[in-house]
Antibody
Framework: QVQLVESGGGVVQPGRSLRLSCAAS????????MHWVRQAPGKGLEWVAV????????YYADSVKGRFTISRDKSKSTVYLQMNSLRAEDTAVYYC???????????????WGQGTLVTVSS | DIQMTQSPSSLSASVGDRVTITCQAS??????LNWYQQKPGKAPKLLIY???NLETGVPSRFSGSGSGTDFSFTISSLQPEDIAIYYC?????????FGQGTKLEI
């Protein structure tokens, strides 16, 4: 079955960097778009970034544009989120999520990881 | 960006009640509207996609309707395990956006 396992979260000082990973299994990774969605403590869901199945045109929320970079490694079935210049407001649980339709640009998220907590604090 | 306005923000109901949550988009989203359920400490789970389609394995007491900018989500007979926060999400335009959530309590 589909599994998404995030890792890389932790406590980091403002201005520093962190890289999150999401290891995927149970499906043909190269056929599906992958997203990052975050949730600040006690708050709602905020979509962060997408890497489409064909690796075209990654897209970012305005709140992270220019600071975060999404990438994927097909050989490892892993999607990454490189987070630079971190701010206190980036503190959140970060989830990776998978598109539900193969080789589609835009689809609902049918599988999510368990999330990894990023805390930005001095 | 498309704004998603969900109401109510919280709702208290009894087991067996019919519960309805609404979601309004700031522009036509061509029915690219999903509903997710999030239980405490867990990842969200897709329940309804494209406004009215039930995700595989989701109980039939959950349903969705609507078009254009106005959508609704209904639980026909509330069960104790339905206690969660429910979110609508549009994926018609990037950036994808979520409603603020509806906390459902018994």
């Amino acid at each position: 079955q589909v599994q998404l396992v995030e890792s890389g979260g932790g406590v980091v000082q403002p201005g520093r960097s962190l890289r999150l990973s999401c290891a995927a299994s149970g499906f043909t990774f190269s056929d599906y778009g992958m997203h990052w969605v975050r949730q600040a403590p006690g708050k709602g869901l905020e979509w962060v970034a997408v890497m489409w199945y064909d690796e075209s045109n990654p897209y970012y929320a305005d709140s992270v544009k220019g600071r975060f970079t999404i990438s994927r490694d097909k050989s490892k079935s892993t999607v990454y989120l490189q987070m630079n210049s971190l701010r206190a407001e980036d503190t959140a649980v970060y989830y990776c999520a998978k598109d539900s339709v193969a080789k589609e640009i835009a689809a609902p998220f049918d599988s999510w990881g368990q999330g990894t907590l990023v805390t930005v604090s001095s | 960006d498309i704004q998603m306005t969900q109401s109510p923000s919280s709702l208290s109901a009894s087991v067996g009640d019919r519960v309805t949550i609404t979601c309004q988009a700031s522009q036509d989203i061509n029915n690219y509207l999903n509903w997710y359920q999030q239980k405490p400490g867990k990842a969200p789970k897709l329940l309804i996609y494209d406004a009215s389609n039930l995700e595989t394995g989701v109980p039939s007491r959950f349903s969705g309707s609507g078009s254009g900018t106005d959508f609704s989500f209904t639980i026909s007979s509330l069960q104790p395990e339905d206690i969660a926060i429910y979110y609508c999400q549009q994926y018609d335009n990037l950036p994808y956006t979520f409603g603020q959530g509806t906390k459902l309590e018994i």
